[in-house]
């Protein structure tokens, strides 16, 4: 059987695999990535094709802590702790404070697209415009926002430097909030008290993992994928994302990755 040539952009460090040099059950792992993430074929699976195991189990791991909706086995949630719109901006703080070129795109987008799913694209204009220095404009954030952004920036720098007080600042703020939820507001101190905790062990896993994330885009130099690509993000980046926010995450990146 004669194999079709595949479209491939630029690359530098690490070439991206295609699918024809793939054995089938990895193809089918980073098939299963692109379906379930928006039917994008995308360098993040390509490059990690060279893992095959990591490849078939990214989808469920991921999902657990960035996608998934609040799931429950009967009475017992297990994921979607944080609702996504903050997962998105968690996510993009992360990434623009490592200055990770592929994070800071590709969720820039899905950042917004998330935002204008729920009707919120006016709001989120200004969130994403200077979430780069958020503590710089904070009548652009509710207080949830601050507070937690506040940690994403600790968390990624150093750490250590994370006070008792300022977890402390955490879980009351997000106690608070919580108690506007019609869905949680009956719940008790004592449930209310674990569901604060897994929503900052939940958060911190998010930060942990973009961390680990925009580093390994960074030093193998992963590229969005272009016009010369089987699918072209940067055209539909164009589109999508607002330009005064993708000349911002020009300015950040410069020529970096």
């Not at 799931?71 to 996510?91: H, N």
């Not at 569901?195 to 993992?209: A, F, K, P």
Request: aromatic share 10%; proline share 4%.
């Amino acid at each position: 059987m004669l194999k079709t040539k595949i479209s491939q952009g630029p690359w530098t460090r690490v070439r991206p695999l295609q699918r024809d040099e793939m054995d089938l059950y990895t193809e089918a792992g980073m098939t299963v990535g692109e379906i379930t993430w928006g039917r994008f074929r995308n360098n993040l699976g390509k490059v990690m094709a060279y893992l095959p195991r990591m490849v078939q189990t990214e989808v469920e791991y991921c999902n657990t802590f960035i996608f998934d909706p609040p799931t429950f086995r009967g009475d017992v949630q297990e994921a979607g702790f944080v609702d996504r719109c903050l997962k998105e901006l968690v996510i993009s703080r992360t990434s623009l404070y490592n200055r990770c070129r592929y994070s800071v795109t590709h969720h820039a987008y899905i950042g917004w697209s998330t935002w204008s799913a729920a009707g919120r694209a006016d709001e989120a204009h200004a969130k994403y415009l200077h979430l780069h220095e958020h503590d710089q404009h904070p009548e652009v954030y509710s207080e949830r926002e601050r507070v937690v952004l506040d940690y994403t920036v600790l968390v990624c720098g150093d750490p250590h430097r994370v006070t008792d007080e300022q977890f402390a600042t955490l879980r009351r703020v997000l106690r608070e909030d919580n108690r506007k939820d019609e869905r949680l507001a009956a719940f008790s101190e004592e449930e209310m008290g674990r569901h604060v905790d897994s929503q900052i062990v939940e958060l911190t896993w998010l930060m942990g993992h973009f961390c680990l994330l925009n580093r390994w885009f960074t030093v193998l130099q992963v590229p969005d994928e272009g016009a010369e690509d089987e699918v072209n993000f940067l055209a539909v980046y164009e589109q999508v994302v607002p330009e005064d926010i993708r000349r911002r995450n020009d300015r950040l990146l410069g020529d970096d990755f």
